[in-house]
């Protein structure tokens, strides 16, 4: 880019190296504005000669253009692009849906100098309107090479993030207690509601069990011939592995379990399993309270219908830490 103070009657068509204020302090044109016959016209009247103007040199693209492009490139699913001012594209959802976010290869494109790409965290809810990213140029001009890399890199990789959408899903619930599975229904219902509006959704299928594997693998039977998006097993009391009831139970109605603690407080105790697509997940001590949790990081990407594995569980490390 090259740099200039101009005279104004020649500022057209190029672009503003800073912001420009009235006397008063009202804001006039904005950095990186691109100059007008009009705008040139209305600086003059406001009594400026001169601007402090630059103007792309070959083999550089302009800051709009260029995250645009980007933005074009870096995500998938239900997404809309809106350009924003100061070199700026945003990504929004345009229908409820789980962000999914390759972190690794955000970590690459981050890494150039030209480009910045903020997103919402991976598996995280966002509503329909919500920004889920933003891709931000250096100021005025990309070179032309950086930006051709950057895709390149997108291309080959694939999108740095999906907005995968949560369209009428049905969740399933199945209460149990050592004694008499009411009893968990009463003490974990209403929160359960709470939980599932949250994300909009309800449950479709609920059942309640005798906290005993013969009673609970049946009722899961019963439950998975609905086909539900997703099964969750709200219990009173706490597993001590999959070799406990529940996961005894799992087994039994035909699930595998996928991984069994997860590195997340509140609600390491964790336990997932698949029966075929379906996941069928526990969470003992989760459905006590509103207060986010295991379960409101993993239900996301489930009632997406993404089908979450043990070593994404693992990397929930960093930032798990919820209380």
Not at 17 to 31: H, S
Not at 141 to 159: D, F, T, Y
Not at 162 to 178: E, F, G, H, N
Not at 191 to 198: A, D, K, N, Y
Request: hydrophobic fraction near 45%.
């Amino acid at each position: 880019m090259k740099a200039q103070t101009i005279d104004v009657k020649q500022a057209t068509g190029r672009i503003l190296c800073c912001t420009i204020f009235r006397a008063g302090g009202k804001k006039l044109l904005a950095k990186g504005h691109m100059i007008s016959e009009e705008d040139a016209r209305m600086l003059e009247t406001e009594g400026m000669n001169e601007v402090w103007v630059t103007e792309l040199e070959d083999g550089e693209v302009g800051e709009d253009d260029a995250v645009m492009q980007v933005a074009s490139e870096i995500g998938c699913g239900t997404l809309e692009i809106r350009l924003a001012a100061g070199g700026r594209a945003n990504l929004f959802a345009t229908e409820a849906s789980c962000v999914l976010v390759d972190d690794e290869l955000l970590k690459q494109i981050n890494c150039t100098v030209s480009m910045a790409i903020a997103t919402a965290p991976n598996f995280s809810y966002a509503r329909t309107g919500n920004r889920v990213a933003t891709v931000k140029s250096a100021p005025f001009a990309v070179a032309q090479p950086e930006l051709e890399a950057v895709i390149s890199i997108v291309k080959e990789r694939g999108p740095i993030l999906q907005a995968r959408p949560i369209r009428s899903p049905a969740v399933a619930v199945l209460y149990t207690d050592p004694a008499n599975g009411e009893r968990a229904r009463q003490l974990f219902e209403n929160i359960m509601r709470q939980r599932l509006e949250r994300l909009g959704a309800a449950a479709s299928f609920v059942l309640s069990s005798v906290e005993e594997e013969g009673s609970v693998a049946r009722s899961l039977q019963h439950l998975l011939r609905a086909k539900p998006t997703v099964v969750l097993i709200a219990s009173t009391t706490a597993p001590a592995g999959p070799e406990d009831v529940i996961g005894r139970a799992m087994i039994r109605a035909g699930c595998q379990v996928e991984r069994f603690l997860a590195p997340v407080e509140p609600g390491n105790l964790f336990l997932l399993s698949y029966k075929d697509d379906i996941p069928v997940m526990s969470a003992p001590g989760c459905f006590r309270s509103a207060k986010p949790n295991v379960v409101d990081l993993m239900l996301p990407p489930m009632l997406a219908r993404y089908r979450v594995s043990g070593w994404e569980v693992a990397c929930l490390g960093h930032g798990g830490l919820l209380a």
